[in-house]
């Protein structure tokens, strides 16, 4: 048990790599109440979720939007995902460690909306159930789930009170998240013991938790992107749609843009032997280009791996770099991301 920006979480139960083959090849499950929840609501609820985010957002009801929540500068506050729950109502769900600063956020930009805005993480709990098996598990206590398309919600009776069941999920295999009150989602758990044996379940942590996302291309905000960093400096410009309209940052996205960028987190794969860490240099012919700010051994592909922020000539997959371990390089290649494709 490990602190987690004030959340006391598991690394492992079994261990990272039977909880990272398990999530591949059958099913885990992963307690996630650290996560933040938003609700907004108004006649002017769209309008806001429009505003705070780069992306265009679902008005569509039981749809979600992954986007970036972003600053006047264009740097990255967050990445989100928001559901739209009606036509005046949505969910936004929120990294834990930014989830007070982005209520304020979205508090101070709330000004001439028609928005209420209900910070809800206190009164929620969350687990993910992921894994190819897992519709089969979670259908059985939620049989609606299996009619939901990947990022749709929907509001289910449970333990006396609302669950919300999410499509969604972290390390890119098929997989539900259910979010419910702190005696709904102990409910949750325990109907997911007594039923997931038959379908492979085990409990998971943090550990395979960033084995998997890093394998699938999902960014880790604070280590992967942060407020210095804009989406397309994070590989994620396809969450920008400066085509929509007005939103927080856009002009200044537009000017960086044009001017051109000298870093973009970039996916390296080791060639030898090695497990690459966070601060881990790149270099390219003996030069640095650039240094880790993700990294790990990728047990499904059986090799070292990372993510980072490099110079442009180190961008192109493909590239011959040399990743320095240990006071030691070792050859690797730049590679465009996911490094495994992805279930879903």
Not at 88 to 107: G, K, P, Y
Not at 117 to 145: C, K, N, T, W
Not at 318 to 340: D, L, N, Q, S
């Amino acid at each position: 048990m490990v602190d987690f920006h004030g959340w006391e979480m598991p690394v492992q139960f079994a261990g990272i790599l039977a909880e990272h083959r398990a999530v591949r090849t059958a099913c885990g499950v992963f307690d996630v109440s650290h996560m933040g929840q938003v609700f907004i609501s108004g006649p002017d609820a769209h309008r806001f979720v429009e505003r705070v985010n780069c992306n265009r957002m679902s008005a569509e009801p039981g749809k979600g939007t992954y986007a970036h929540v972003l600053a006047e500068d264009g740097g990255i506050l967050d990445d989100a995902i928001t559901f739209c729950l009606g036509p005046e109502r949505f969910l936004a769900i929120v990294n834990a460690a930014t989830a007070e600063n982005d209520f304020a956020w979205f508090q101070k930009q709330a000004a001439g909306f028609a928005v209420e805005l209900d910070h809800a993480s206190a009164r929620y709990g969350m687990l993910a159930v992921q894994g190819p098996a897992a519709p089969a598990l979670v259908g059985e206590i939620f049989p609606a789930a299996l009619a939901l398309p990947r990022f749709g919600i929907a509001e289910l009776p449970w333990a006396g009170a609302t669950a919300f069941v999410m499509r969604t999920g972290y390390t890119g295999e098929d997989g539900f998240e259910v979010a419910a009150s702190p005696a709904g989602t102990l409910a949750f758990w325990e109907a997911l013991m007594a039923k997931g044996g038959p379908h492979g379940l085990v409990p998971c942590g943090l550990g395979s938790r960033d084995t998997l996302r890093l394998e699938s291309g999902y960014l880790l905000y604070g280590a992967d992107a942060d407020a210095t960093r804009t989406p397309y400096e994070a590989n994620c410009g396809w969450v920008v749609k400066l085509q929509k309209g007005d939103f927080v940052g856009r002009e200044a996205l537009v000017c960086r843009k044009e001017a051109g960028f000298k870093e973009k987190l970039t996916g390296v794969r080791l060639l030898e032997r090695g497990v690459p860490r966070a601060g881990c240099a790149v270099l390219r012919a003996g030069r640095k280009v650039g240094e880790l700010c993700s990294a790990t051994f990728a047990p499904s592909l059986g090799t070292g791996i990372g993510v980072g922020y490099l110079a442009p000539d180190a961008w192109e997959a493909g590239t011959r770099v040399e990743v320095e371990i240990h006071g030691k390089t070792v050859p690797a290649e730049t590679v465009r991301g996911p490094f495994r494709k992805n279930s879903v």
